[in-house]
């Protein structure tokens, strides 16, 4: 699973270079960046900071139940594409058939080593929620997402290597929500910070922040009007 979230996100990145259609290009925001501070300098006039382009956060929304259902089924299915990618042993021969049959619907305590248990799978866990917390679901309806994600893939994909794990049904969703919203909070902090430095870390900590999905990015541009100082939000949708 954690070999999956992985190859997940760095796909994730590569998509971020790609073109999307949007209601403006990204060569033409920055055209426009470019002209409307073409003699001024972004900062705070008070502390002399960088101000960010950007503001990073999350944007709640209800999801209906056939959005979930489909989003449930996308990640469900991303994981029998990459899992024999990433195993590509389990498929090969009838062995991994005969321990799918002789593994399903078994559940025991694992002996994986404590640096699996209560390390990884929260990780894995912890990119799962926020991945669904990038889709606009609020923090319990990510855990939910995420459980029955991490459940779904332990006790009818796994089970091909070996049989569903008790600690990783409850340490992956669970621990993971902990850890994930660790994450989303200093993620969130880094990304605002205005600071390359801290936009980069960010974006390494929460990289579902770089996904199309992702629905919490606003662009802003500040009023230069020295009558009427302040700032204005555009919304920059991309779909």
């Known amino acids: 699973m954690t070999k999956f979230v992985l190859i997940l996100f760095m796909f994730a990145v590569f998509l971020e270079f790609i073109p999307r259609y949007s209601y403006a290009t990204p060569a033409e925001i920055k055209d426009e960046l470019k002209e ?34 489909k989003n449930i089924g996308i990640v469900y299915g991303m994981t029998w594409f990459f899992y024999p990618i990433v195993q590509p042993k389990v498929f090969h021969g009838v062995g991994g058939v005969k321990n799918y ?16 248990n209560d390390f990884v799978h929260p990780l894995t866990g912890s990119q799962l929620y926020l ?50 919203f660790g994450i989303e909070n200093a993620s969130m902090y880094l990304l605002n910070s205005g600071n390359t430095l801290g936009k980069i870390v960010g974006h390494i900590l929460n990289p579902a922040t770089l996904l199309p999905i992702y629905e919490g990015r606003t662009l802003i541009i500040p009023k230069l009007e020295d009558a009427d100082k302040g700032a204005m939000i555009r919304w920059d949708f991309r779909f």
């Open 36 to 69: 409307t501070f073409s003699d001024k300098v972004q900062a705070d006039p008070k502390t002399g900071k960088r101000l960010p382009l950007y503001q990073y956060g999350y944007q709640d929304r209800e999801h209906s139940l056939a959005e979930s259902a």
């Open 101 to 116: 049959g002789r593994n399903f619907g078994k559940l025991v305590f694992d002996q994986d080593e404590p640096f699996w």
């Open 131 to 180: 991945l669904y917390r990038a889709d606009g679901y609020d923090i319990l309806g990510a855990f939910e997402m995420t459980f029955i994600s991490s459940a779904l893939f332990e006790m009818t994909v796994e089970i091909f290597t070996e049989p569903g794990s008790v600690q990783d049904l409850y340490q992956t969703p669970v621990l993971g929500t902990v850890l994930g």
